[in-house]
């Protein structure tokens, strides 16, 4: 007991000696630990939605897989996979510096590549902001992939990929995001608003995905001589679904991820793409009920993908209440959208042109239409300024690119190896070895031999995966 008494002694004269040792606390110290607390805050957020928009890549891989055909899964896969694999390398070389570094012009940076700009012992914030910025480029890539899925050659693909993450994307977000980091876009200087990207990465997207679409032409059998359209049916639409609640997921790091603070702007934005997704899910449901006669299951979840590309530009600077209107009309758009293209022969199967390029115009618009500080002329001519640059940039761009791939390389495969499906033919593989595949319209009647034909008028059907024994 006489050995324990001393050893609490001590330890109390230990303690006492270190606590005499420290200086008192004083407003400046007290700040500067708060500011640290902040700083680490901000970080981890950034860092932890860049999780979250990365694995809207998974999202994107299994709508497209499960609006297409299984005979082209394995290619779907791939595409997605290489989409980030290849736009992470060519991001960090190329892309980050034109859209982030140093610019005197206000059209593109001139520092930055090969992420130059982070020097070790230095501050690390340019390595969190620029993986948060990688993930948002890899997502304009894959936009792409849909609108031309089934009957793209790899190699053409892969370089298109390159293209759109190292030049296409970039040199637009340096005139609208560029002061977020060392540069300065004169789109942004104007006063745009495009808080996490409706045009900035989705309308970009979705141009690109036009003129990759138009170059390709319609996959085989899409439509008759007659100009009627013949539906070809996507093989799992389960999947699909999963793909779209895994969007929406990772869309609660995309939008109030954009802020890259750890700050109360979050829960609104935050409940903001929540309300505007399910209001387009929604109304995309009546709208397509109305229009076929039952409430379509591809539409519904196009919906609520154009609900949330809708609310992406004004997702911080409008009311809740605003934001269920912008994804109801953005539900409403994405219908008579993909209806639009597919009567002038544009073939998108997953309707990616109609999600992100005409919503992510809608969305672009809405942001200065419901701002919650008040409307004016001045701040709706910006806006159709930036959609109007967005495009005009984008798509000759994107299409001179296509057409200049198609003359070398090849965009398209031949007839026969979309008929056989692009995962023998390209990849020497086969998403379903054990199974066989039987199509069904919409109302569930076997369009397969033997069986009684019905010939689908929506958009979207469905193929089914039976096991071969």
């Known amino acids: 007991m006489k050995k324990l008494g001393m050893l609490i002694i001590y330890m109390i004269f230990s303690l006492s000696v270190v606590w005499a040792g420290d200086e008192a606390p004083t407003v400046t110290s007290n700040k500067t630990a708060i500011d640290l607390v902040q700083s680490h805050a901000d970080y981890v957020w950034t860092i932890v939605a860049a999780m979250f928009v990365f694995f809207m890549q998974a999202g994107f891989a299994m709508v497209e897989a499960g609006f297409t055909r299984a005979k082209n899964a394995v290619n779907i896969m791939m595409k997605n996979l290489m989409d980030f694999s290849m736009g992470s390398i060519v991001f960090f070389a190329v892309g980050f510096g034109l859209m982030f570094g140093v610019s005197k012009t206000g059209f593109f940076g001139t520092s930055g590549f090969f992420l130059s700009d982070f020097k070790i012992g230095g501050d690390p914030w340019v390595l969190a902001f620029w993986m948060f910025q990688a993930v948002f480029a890899a997502t304009a890539a894959t936009i792409v992939s849909g609108a031309m899925a089934e009957r793209t050659k790899f190699s053409g693909y892969l370089l298109y990929s390159v293209f759109i993450t190292g030049l296409i994307y970039p040199i637009f977000g340096s005139w609208a995001w560029g002061s977020l980091f060392h540069g300065g876009g004169w789109l942004e200087n104007l006063g745009f608003i495009d808080f996490a990207g409706s045009t900035v990465v989705h309308s970009v997207g979705g141009w690109s995905a036009l003129a990759g679409a138009i170059v390709l032409g319609p996959r085989l059998g899409k439509y008759t001589k007659e100009g009627k359209v013949k539906p070809i049916l996507g093989h799992n639409i389960p999947l699909a679904a999963i793909g779209v609640f895994i969007l929406w997921l990772g869309w609660f790091g995309f939008n109030p991820g954009s802020t890259t603070a750890a700050s109360k702007d979050i829960a609104m934005i935050f409940v903001n793409t929540n309300l505007a997704a399910a209001a387009g ?172 034909k019905y010939e689908s008028t929506t958009p979207f059907a469905s193929e089914k995966l039976v096991n071969q024994p």
């Open 281 to 452: 899910a929604i109304i995309a449901m009546f709208v397509s009920w109305i229009k076929f006669g039952k409430p379509e299951v591809g539409m519904s979840l196009n919906g609520a993908l154009a609900g949330l590309v809708g609310i992406t530009a004004g997702c911080a600077n409008v009311t809740p209440t605003s934001a269920i209107v912008i994804g109801a009309i953005a539900g409403m758009i994405v219908v008579f959208s993909v209806m639009f293209f597919d009567k002038i022969r544009v073939d998108d199967p997953v309707g990616a042109i109609s999600v992100h390029g005409v919503c992510g115009a809608w969305g672009t618009l809405a942001a200065g239409i419901f701002n919650m500080d008040g409307m004016t002329f001045s701040i709706l001519a910006v806006q159709l300024i930036g959609i109007a640059a967005c495009f005009a940039w984008t798509f000759p761009v994107a299409y001179l690119l296509f057409k200049l791939i198609d003359m070398t390389i090849g965009l398209r495969v031949s007839k026969e190896e979309e008929l056989e499906g692009l995962d023998a033919t390209e990849h020497g593989g086969n998403a379903y070895p054990d199974f066989t595949t039987i199509n069904h319209g919409t109302m569930g009647v076997s369009s397969g031999s033997g069986g009684p």
